[in-house]
């Protein structure tokens, strides 16, 4: 059991590029979500997804596109890559009752 | 806005002193409640969490916190620090009138535990 996986752990883009960072849970839970962790200011939302074809926008989308076409998967896209979207990212999954578990995070440099 | 508030942004500690970090809420009708520690270098991994029942909810490696309902406050205690909880903790509330989907954090609370 894998748990929460995320590729890649560490990218550097140049701005103006464009990536996916991939995310898969093996753990059967119905709800994902992406967040962004920078210095001072916790984890903030980004988008999130209540099941297969769901998503819905979380506290900061403006950059970013998600979808879920299978239970398991939630990539996060970066079309068009500025340096404020440096940052941490984490992928997180959970169940009914939100007890949200964590991928190990990817760790984003746009120069 | 509604929102988390973590008092504390740094606390550093000697071992086996004690440790309280405080954590407010905002949100006015029901909430789940949860606390989360990032270890350096690692993701965030569950401490313990509050949904219904006695407010006073004991978790892994010691934790407990004290969920006071008056005082929208869930803060986070332990007896006795070791140098090994060396690391930041969130706090995160789930309200009930996002339907519990959305989790929201409080900007954290770094401490260092020396030896």
């Known amino acids: 059991n894998a748990g929460v996986t995320q590729t890649p752990k560490f990218q550097v883009l140049k701005t103006g590029q464009s990536m996916t960072l991939q995310c898969a849970q093996d753990m059967n839970h119905e709800y994902m979500s992406w967040y962004r962790q920078d210095p001072g200011m916790g984890l903030r939302l980004i988008h999130y997804?209540?099941?297969?074809?769901?998503?819905d926008q979380g506290e900061v989308p403006n950059g970013y596109n998600v979808s879920r076409s299978t239970t398991e998967d939630f990539p996060l896209r970066l079309l068009s890559a500025a340096p404020s979207q440096t940052s941490v990212y984490f992928c997180a999954s959970w169940t009914d009752y939100n007890e949200q578990f964590f991928g190990p995070g990817t760790r984003l440099t746009v120069l | 806005a509604q929102s988390v508030s973590q008092h504390n942004h740094h606390v550093i500690l000697s071992e086996a002193a004690s440790l309280e970090l405080g954590c407010n809420y905002s949100?006015?009708?029901?909430?789940?409640l949860f606390w989360y520690v990032q270890y350096p270098g690692q993701h965030l991994q569950l401490l313990l969490k509050?949904?219904?029942?006695?407010?006073l909810v004991k978790g892994i490696k010691g934790f407990e916190a004290e969920f006071i309902k008056s005082k929208f406050s869930f803060n986070l205690r332990k007896p006795s620090v070791q140098w090994s909880d060396t690391a930041e903790y969130f706090c995160a509330v789930t309200p009930m009138d996002t339907g519990f989907q959305k989790l929201v954090f409080g900007t954290g609370t770094r401490l260092l535990v020396s030896p």
């Open positions: 509050y949904f219904s029942g006695d407010p």
């Open positions: 997804s209540v099941g297969a074809g769901i998503t």
């Open positions: 949100y006015g009708g029901t909430v789940n």
